[in-house]
């Protein structure tokens, strides 16, 4: 079955820290992958995106993920954490082949920043 | 920017009643989804609405569900008897033809008493 990990349900970091979210997918055909993050109380904003072509994408707020085929995974980083960064992310996949392409979403991972 | 909208943003409302959320996807968008986010846990697919006719369901969806594009703007989710476990986030969200990205709104966020 198609299914999203995030193996990671909270992790605290300080600011101007590098950070690392995990994700890995299962999924039978060519995935698109997707990282949405959401503040408290808000809707799910997409910060990045991959379908094809270069492995390594970036997006809005200065994150960047690497998607790695042999590890079917789509990890999420940014180089230094703002305080603003606190949220949760969540990382979805789906496939455009043979359907509309309903997300799959993972558990989600809380950021918390200290100062 | 475009965005896509949700009326209302909260919703209290009695075990058995029926409820319309609301949605205003963005406007050349042909590609129409609900997903709902129980408290605390993953954001979950409902339906999928294309072409006047839905496309794709979860098992979540069942015969209480059910939604609409009554216009050439609104898209709407019904639930007609509302259960206390249908308390959740219900987001909307939108893609345009030949596109990969969904949009997502604000959410509704649904109280059953």
């Known amino acids: 079955a198609q299914s999203v990990t995030q193996p990671d349900i909270h992790i605290t970091v300080s600011e101007g820290a590098s950070l690392e979210l995990r994700c890995n997918y299962s999924?039978?055909?060519?995935?698109?992958l997707f990282w949405y993050v959401q503040s408290p109380g808000q809707g799910l904003q997409l910060l990045l995106k991959?379908?094809?072509?270069?492995?390594l994408v970036q997006g809005i707020k200065g994150f960047e993920a690497e998607f790695k085929r042999s590890q079917s995974s789509f990890n999420l980083r940014k180089p230094s954490v703002h305080w603003s960064d606190a949220a949760e992310y969540f990382c979805?996949?789906?496939?455009?082949?043979?359907?509309?392409?309903?997300?799959?979403f993972g558990k989600g991972t809380k950021l918390s920043v200290k100062p | 920017e475009p965005e896509v909208t949700q009326t209302p943003s909260h919703q209290v409302t009695q075990m058995g009643q029926e409820v319309i959320l609301r949605c205003v996807p963005i406007?050349?968008?042909?590609?129409f989804y609900w997903y709902r986010q129980i408290l605390g846990q993953k954001v979950e697919f409902l339906v999928s609405?294309?072409?006047?006719?839905?496309?794709?369901k979860s098992e979540i969806f069942d015969d209480q569900f059910s939604v609409e594009r009554p216009d050439g703007s609104n898209f709407t989710l019904k639930i007609r008897s509302t259960k206390l476990e249908d308390s959740a986030m219900y987001f909307c969200?939108?893609?345009?033809?030949?596109?990969?990205?969904?949009?997502f709104g604000p959410g509704t966020r649904l109280l059953v008493l």
């Open positions: 979805a996949v789906t496939n455009y082949g043979g359907s509309q392409g309903n997300l799959i």
């Open positions: 991959y379908f094809s072509g270069d492995t």
């Open positions: 609405f294309y072409n006047n006719e839905i496309s794709e």
């Open positions: 969200a939108s893609r345009g033809d030949q596109a990969e990205t969904q949009y």
């Open positions: 999924y039978g055909a060519t995935p698109y």
């Open positions: 406007s050349n968008h042909l590609y």
